[in-house]
């Protein structure tokens, strides 16, 4: 069996489910108008800045219990039971919910049901971590000849590291989940995937303990959509214009790369699925990668999530087969960036 035999399923998906027809109305939505509300911002410098008009966020699920959502969403796709999967790699960076011991992949196979015995682990790796939960997934089916399907899951919650008094944080990061199931197959699936990182030297993206403000939905309407609450915790900080340039550097780079080493050309790949992080990265990582040859359509969804971190790959990838831009058979890049610094990406075959 090829390396190259191991097929990549659609993406089973969670996002904090839409409760009201108005956004402003919708406290599992933060719109620009909402953000304008708490800081010194407005809609005409976020969209311009970063292309985003509004974010989930998910009040009452822990980060264990949405990515057990999008996996029993993946098995459902697949139509596949808990008791079918030979290993579940859950792949997040958020870890503090009294939930590190044990891990988030245990709770998973608990909610799936899956058979004693097989191993269930978390991978944290940045935004890239679904990528890099992938890779791992890919190698253990080609190491191990008794697994035959590893169920890879990401989830994030990064709204509860956001500072929503922070002006330059709390316009960028909304929650979701998702999943894949990785499984031995005739055809090539995943054909090659790279991933790369370097110490995070200047100290340009982290976490940082100190005071905060956490928002809540409102008890009383009238007053608002969200309350706040301030409160000492782990808060993001990003030296956003440093992240901004090695981000459109290792985006183009890594695409160019993972075409390369698998044997093909640039403009032989049909679709790009990119890290949501900002429309301005994305659109730069375009016209680099459009001057090499790329003639792929870019998958953009980060008007309507923001940043999900791990899991903006993965609702993209699901909105780009939703709307029928990635169809089956298709040669598909997914690329994407974030703290360590690390980087990665994907080049496969649309199952
Ligand atoms: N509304 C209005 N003004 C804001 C603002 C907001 N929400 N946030 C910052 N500003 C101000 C700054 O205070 C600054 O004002 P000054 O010139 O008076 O000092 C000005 O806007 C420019 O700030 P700057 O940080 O240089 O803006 P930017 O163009 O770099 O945009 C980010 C800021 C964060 C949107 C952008 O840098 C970014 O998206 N970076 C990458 C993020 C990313 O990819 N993260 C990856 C995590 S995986």
Redesign the pocket.
Same mark, same amino acid.
């Given at each position: 069996m090829s390396y190259k035999n191991i097929s990549l399923s659609r993406p089973g998906i969670y996002v904090p489910p839409r409760t009201h027809v108005d956004p402003q109305k919708d406290p599992n939505v933060i719109t620009n108008q909402d953000?304008e509300k708490m &800081?010194?911002?407005?809609d005409e410098?976020?969209t311009r800045?970063?292309g985003i008009k509004e974010r989930r966020i998910e009040h009452y699920l822990g980060v264990h219990e949405m990515g057990a959502k999008a996996a029993e969403a993946v098995l459902k796709v697949k139509g596949y039971d808990g008791k079918d999967i030979d290993e579940i790699i859950f792949c997040t960076n958020k870890h503090h919910l009294g939930q590190e011991f044990k891990h988030h992949a245990g709770y998973v196979g608990e909610v799936i049901n899956v058979r004693d015995g097989i191993p269930m682990h978390d991978e944290a790796a940045?935004?890239p971590s679904a990528l890099y939960g992938i890779r791992a997934a890919r190698n253990n089916l080609i190491a191990e000849k008794d697994k035959n399907k590893i169920l890879v899951v990401a989830a994030e919650k990064l709204t509860s590291f956001t500072n929503y008094k922070d002006?330059?944080?709390? &316009?960028?990061f909304g929650d979701a989940a998702g999943a894949y199931i990785l499984e031995r197959s005739k055809n090539p699936g995943i054909l090659e995937i790279v991933t790369h990182g370097k110490p995070d030297r200047k100290k340009v993206?982290g976490l940082k303990r100190g005071m905060g403000f956490q928002i809540k939905p409102s008890d009383d309407f009238s007053l608002g959509k969200f309350k706040f609450e301030e409160k000492e915790d782990n808060y993001?900080y990003?030296?956003?214009?440093e992240?901004?340039k090695f981000?459109s550097e290792a985006m183009s780079e890594a695409v160019h790369e993972v075409v390369e080493k698998a044997g093909y050309a640039l403009k032989d790949v049909e679709v790009i699925v990119p890290?949501q992080?900002?429309l301005?990265?994305i659109n730069s990582a375009r016209k680099n990668l459009k001057k090499k040859g790329s003639k792929g359509e870019i998958i953009v969804n980060i008007e309507e999530y923001g940043?999900t971190?791990g899991a903006s790959t993965i609702l993209a990838h699901h909105e780009g087969l939703e709307r029928k831009i990635i169809r089956p058979g298709m040669l598909v890049v997914k690329v994407t960036?974030?703290?360590g610094l690390n980087w990665a990406a994907m080049l496969f075959k649309q199952e």
């Open positions: 953000l &800081v010194d911002t407005n410098w976020i800045r970063t940045g935004c002006r330059s944080m709390c &316009v960028l993206l993001i990003m030296d956003g214009q992240v901004m981000a890290h992080a900002n301005r990265i940043n971190s960036f974030g703290a």
